[in-house]
């Protein structure tokens, strides 16, 4: 491994991407709730973000618009990154740089469907998203939150919408 080296998702990585969340995730990623509110929605490219090692794609996060009971906030998904680099934190630093990023352009909370004891580490917390709704079965437990300012996820309820 090299200097890991970050930046925005520019059109010509998709193909890249792609590949690198068919690894991570396979054929079933699609069959999750979480895949509806990608499904005919829009990329925020300059809220995702790669990691390339030297010139190679090892990591990707994305970000997408949703609305909750109509409000606006992203939704975080899919992050992946290459297996054998997964001890490196890459992951958490994508994830990191993504949810600055939708703080400076305005966004008051990201939304995401994981890990709490993973997620938890960057901010993210079950509490606030107790009265989200997801379209599509989900363990309710795996639906986090985290303002991108203060009171950011107050009052957030209702279901999820792109």
Request: aromatic letters at 6%.
């Amino acid at each position: 491994m090299t200097q890991i080296t970050y930046r925005p998702e520019r059109p010509q990585d998709a193909p890249l991407v792609s590949a690198l969340i068919d690894r991570a995730f396979g054929p079933g990623r699609y069959a999750k709730a979480a895949d509806r509110l990608r499904e005919n929605n829009s990329l925020i490219p300059d809220l995702s973000f790669t990691a390339r090692d030297g010139e190679t794609l090892v990591g990707s996060v994305r970000l997408w618009p949703v609305a909750i009971g109509g409000e606006p906030v992203v939704f975080l998904g899919p992050i992946a990154v290459e297996a054998q680099l997964r001890k490196h934190k890459i992951g958490q630093t994508l994830v990191e740089k993504a949810c600055e990023a939708a703080a400076k352009a305005g966004w008051r909370a990201v939304l995401l469907v994981g890990d709490a004891p993973y997620f938890g580490r960057v901010g993210f917390d079950a509490a606030p998203a107790k009265a989200v709704r997801m379209p599509g079965p989900v363990d309710q437990r795996r639906v986090l939150l985290k303002a991108l300012r203060v009171g950011g996820a107050d009052g957030l309820a209702g279901l999820v919408t792109h």
